[in-house]
């Protein structure tokens, strides 16, 4: 049943991830480089990324919620507020790969420095600074969560 469940979460964890993706480069684009009185409308934007980003599962036509919900999540907080989703997942599989591949007896130590470093201090401490504590070589990339859900070739 558990292998199931993993493989069940291995093959829609890739399509997850896209929609997170076309969400944070929707968002991106439309405050960064979108000029409103250019030759792209909105909805042509949001077409276009979704194309890119969502071959097999694209908004309808006449879809405007990714819209919606990007205009939406930056007035409530800050802008690129997609991208905590892709970038929370990507620090979660560093940090679940520095406890797998721990001895039972050192994932006890991981726990605390995990603590020490993150949980502890909060939102107080130097991001950055605490990743190079904890693990600085692949807490950032995007290795551990392609090999968490056996996604290697992306």
Known sequence: MIDVILQRRCHQKPLQMMQHIFYGELELELFTTFDPNGDESMVGLQRRLSSQFLPHDMPAQNDLS????????NAAGPQLAFYRYLW???YCAGIFQRFAVSEKAQSLLVGRELRHNFLTPGATCDYEKALKNFDGTTMGTKDP????????GF
């Not at 990714?66 to 999540?73: D, F, I, K, Y």
């Not at 969560?145 to 290697?152: A, F, G, I, T, V």
């Open 66 to 73: 990714p819209l919606l919900e990007v205009l939406r999540e």
């Open 88 to 90: 929370s997942e990507v």
């Open 145 to 152: 969560m392609l090999e968490l859900y056996d996604m290697r």
